[in-house]
Every structure is written in C-alpha cells, then in structure tokens.
C-alpha cells in the first residue's frame, strides 16, 4: 500500500476523549447556569492545584493569558526585561511584549533546548525583572541553577510549563517551583480542554492581585457592585472548558503514562540512528509532550525532504520551534549558536494517547529511510 489515499492519516497529536469528558460536558451545558455556573471551574481549579502541590489556581482561557495576567500582577511593563530562551514559541514573548517590557533572548542548551544559566546570568542588566523558564516540549530547565541566579539578583523566576504537565524536576512538578507557573489545555496538549490554560501560584499576595486582574480589576473584597479598583483582564475559562477538565484531570496519570509510552517506543526504535531525542536526567521525569528529533550537526539533514517524505505517507510533519531572533519583529542574534543550529536539524514526531505501535513504527520507517539516504 504506497499510496497516500490508501493509508490511513498519522495525526501530529489529538485529544483523548472519553465518555467521562462527555458526560461531565453534557451536564455542564444542561445544568452549569445560574448558582452552578462555577462549579467545574471551582472543582478544576482545585483538582489542578492538589495535582501540582500549590496553594493557589486560577484558571484562563489560554496559557498565553495566564502568562499575561501573572507578570501584570508582579508589576512587569515599560522599561523592564524578561529573560527567555531563545527557541520559544510566541506565546511565552508576546505577554511580555503586551506589557511593554522587553523580551531579551538568550541561547539554550544543547541537550534540554531550554535556558542556558551562564548564557541568563550574562544578560542581566539593572532592567532585568524577571526570568521566564520555559520547559521546551516536556523537557524540564535547570531550576536549581536558575532558581539561584533569581535568588542572587533578587529576580522573579517564572515557570511557562505551558508543554510541561507531568514533567518533574526532583519531586518538585513544573510550574510549581517559581513565583508563579503557567500551563495550557490547548488541543494538542497532554490534557486539554479545546482552548484554556490556568495560572498558579504559593504566593498569597500574587494570587489576591491575578485574582484582582482576572475579573476585571474587581477585587473579591469590594462590597460595590460592578466597582473595579484597576484595569484588568477577561481570560475567563468557562464552565463547558472546566467539565472536560475535570474529567482529564481524573485521568491524568493514565495521560501523561500514555505520552511516556509513545516516547520509549520511539526512542527504542530510533537509538541507532545520528539523532538525539528528549532528554530525562537522573532525578526527573520528562512528561515528553512531544517526541522530538535533533540530527547530529555532523550529519548531512534536510529537514524539507523528511517533511516531503511525511507527506506522502500521509503522516503529519512539525517543525521545531524557530529561533525568536529570527522573526521579523526581533533583532537577529547570530551569537545563539545552538538557537541558531537546532531549528533546522530537528523535528517533533507524531503523539497522542492511541496511537498504535504500528503507527509509530511506520512514523520510524520513513526517519530511517530519509536519515539512510541524506
């Protein structure tokens, strides 16, 4: 069977969805009005935060909100700089970019792909205001070190665990171990809610002040009716949202097991090929998001002819994040060597919850056919 039409489509990644989301969904929608429209949120939220071990959960109708609302509540905008990793998707710049700080790129490394330490302790200036540590597709940054860095410049240490949920850094979950964390439920994530994400914090003092900005700048404690106190957001998830996530979150474990599972057999079939994949240090898991490639630089690649290759066994093929610097909007920074490198040697392989061994194999057959031939 070597014609696309006649092989069944190899999705990057869907959802997994149950009868139990349905069913919480159904009756989100029959019966979540009135004195009941907040109760799958409320039950979310605290299902979310028990999960990951904080105090406090707010949740948003995407991680990018999230982001947004958490650095409006440290005080982040004009003048200020937010260190980040070079290779990011958007999401993780623009919240900072809407505050009117600066996001100041810097290089990763070359096992994890997140922030390079030596790389954010080099860029910190009198403007710096915070370090955003993003866990690029599961893999977890260095929080030990950054975490020190923050403590020593007296910064803010935030955690984009957007691609993170079920990756852990030395019994501590991500997103739990910054000011604040942020996660999202977009479709093609681990558990998911369609579109949402949620903020969370240990800090009471944060918590008040996103709590504050997430309704409008009305805080809790005023006794005025429709009396804001500040300009705030609306990055509300709904109830309908909340239900499906009540429903993953039950099923979390048996989630994230899926994703490692998709991950091992993939790395078990691509060992002996010139290519390295998500990395696992001693003392953490990686909740591996999203299998990924990386060629060995000393191998000749052309990561257009493998995506060609995708196509025609109709497998869908993604590509690895490109450097920020590299946008139109952001100055170009020749300096981020391994930024600069891994984009285009590197690319997530298809994952989600039922993929057959047999899908992945095939995935495997063409990586191996097209890394023979290069």
Same mark, same amino acid.
């Given at each position: 069977?070597?014609?696309?039409?006649?092989?069944?489509?190899?999705?990057?990644?869907?959802?997994?969805?149950?009868?139990?989301?349905?069913?919480?969904?159904?009756?989100?929608?029959?019966?979540?009005?009135?004195?009941?429209?907040?109760?799958?949120?409320?039950?979310?939220?605290?299902?979310?935060?028990?999960?990951?071990?904080?105090?406090?959960?707010?949740?948003?109708?995407?991680?990018?909100?999230?982001?947004?609302?958490?650095?409006?509540?440290?005080?982040?905008?004009?003048?200020?700089?937010?260190?980040?990793?070079?290779?990011?998707?958007?999401?993780?710049?623009?919240?900072?970019?809407?505050?009117?700080?600066?996001?100041?790129?810097?290089?990763?490394?070359?096992?994890?792909?997140?922030?390079?330490?030596?790389?954010?302790?080099?860029?910190?200036?009198?403007?710096?205001?915070?370090?955003?540590?993003?866990?690029?597709?599961?893999?977890?940054?260095?929080?030990?070190?950054?975490?020190?860095?923050?403590?020593?410049?007296?910064?803010?240490?935030?955690?984009?665990?957007?691609?993170?949920?079920?990756?852990?850094?030395?019994?501590? !979950?991500?997103?739990?171990?910054?000011?604040?964390?942020?996660?999202?439920?977009?479709?093609?994530?681990?558990?998911?809610?369609?579109?949402?994400?949620?903020?969370?914090?240990?800090?009471?003092?944060?918590?008040?002040?996103?709590?504050?900005?997430?309704?409008?700048?009305?805080?809790?404690?005023?006794?005025?009716?429709?009396?804001?106190?500040?300009?705030?957001?609306?990055?509300?998830?709904?109830?309908?949202?909340?239900?499906?996530?009540?429903?993953?979150?039950?099923?979390?474990?048996?989630?994230?097991?899926?994703?490692?599972?998709?991950?091992?057999?993939?790395?078990?079939?691509?060992?002996?090929?010139?290519?390295?994949?998500?990395?696992?240090?001693?003392?953490?898991?990686?909740?591996?998001?999203?299998?990924?490639?990386?060629?060995?630089?000393?191998?000749?690649?052309?990561?257009?002819?493998?995506?060609?290759?995708?196509?025609?066994?109709?497998?869908?093929?993604?590509?690895?994040?490109?450097?920020?610097?590299?946008?139109?909007?952001?100055?170009?920074?020749?300096?981020?060597?391994?930024?600069?490198?891994?984009?285009?040697?590197?690319?997530?392989?298809?994952?989600?919850?039922?993929?057959?061994?047999?899908?992945?194999?095939?995935?495997?057959?063409?990586? !191996?056919?097209?890394? !023979?031939?290069?």
């Amino acid at each position: 069977m070597n014609d696309k039409s006649e092989k069944s489509r190899i999705y990057y990644t869907k959802p997994s969805i149950t009868e139990r989301e349905i069913r919480y969904a159904t009756d989100a929608a029959a019966n979540g009005w009135g004195e009941h429209c907040y109760e799958y949120i409320e039950r979310f939220e605290r299902q979310f935060r028990q999960h990951l071990g904080v105090r406090h959960a707010i949740a948003t109708s995407s991680g990018t909100g999230a982001l947004h609302m958490g650095m409006a509540g440290l005080g982040i905008g004009p003048g200020d700089e937010v260190i980040l990793g070079d290779i990011n998707w958007i999401a993780s710049a623009a919240p900072i970019a809407h505050l009117g700080a600066k996001p100041v790129l810097v290089d990763v490394l070359p096992d994890t792909w997140c922030l390079d330490p030596a790389a954010v302790e080099a860029a910190i200036t009198p403007r710096t205001k915070a370090i955003l540590a993003v866990h690029l597709y599961g893999n977890l940054c260095d929080m030990d070190a950054l975490a020190a860095i923050a403590q020593r410049y007296e910064l803010h240490l935030i955690e984009d665990a957007a691609e993170a949920i079920g990756s852990i850094w030395h019994d501590r !979950r991500a997103g739990s171990m910054g000011i604040f964390g942020a996660f999202s439920f977009h479709g093609t994530k681990t558990i998911t809610t369609g579109e949402g994400g949620i903020f969370v914090t240990s800090d009471d003092a944060l918590y008040e002040r996103v709590l504050t900005l997430s309704n409008h700048g009305r805080a809790r404690s005023e006794s005025r009716q429709f009396w804001p106190d500040t300009i705030g957001f609306k990055y509300k998830m709904s109830n309908l949202q909340a239900a499906v996530g009540c429903a993953q979150m039950e099923r979390i474990e048996e989630l994230v097991a899926g994703k490692r599972r998709i991950f091992e057999c993939y790395l078990d079939a691509l060992r002996d090929l010139p290519l390295r994949m998500n990395p696992e240090a001693a003392g953490t898991v990686n909740g591996y998001w999203m299998p990924t490639i990386v060629v060995d630089a000393d191998k000749a690649f052309d990561r257009a002819t493998l995506l060609a290759a995708f196509k025609a066994d109709n497998i869908d093929g993604r590509v690895f994040f490109w450097p920020l610097s590299s946008l139109p909007f952001f100055q170009d920074l020749p300096r981020n060597i391994v930024s600069q490198s891994l984009a285009g040697r590197a690319m997530n392989l298809p994952s989600y919850h039922d993929m057959a061994t047999a899908d992945i194999e095939r995935v495997c057959r063409v990586v !191996r056919s097209v890394l !023979r031939q290069q």
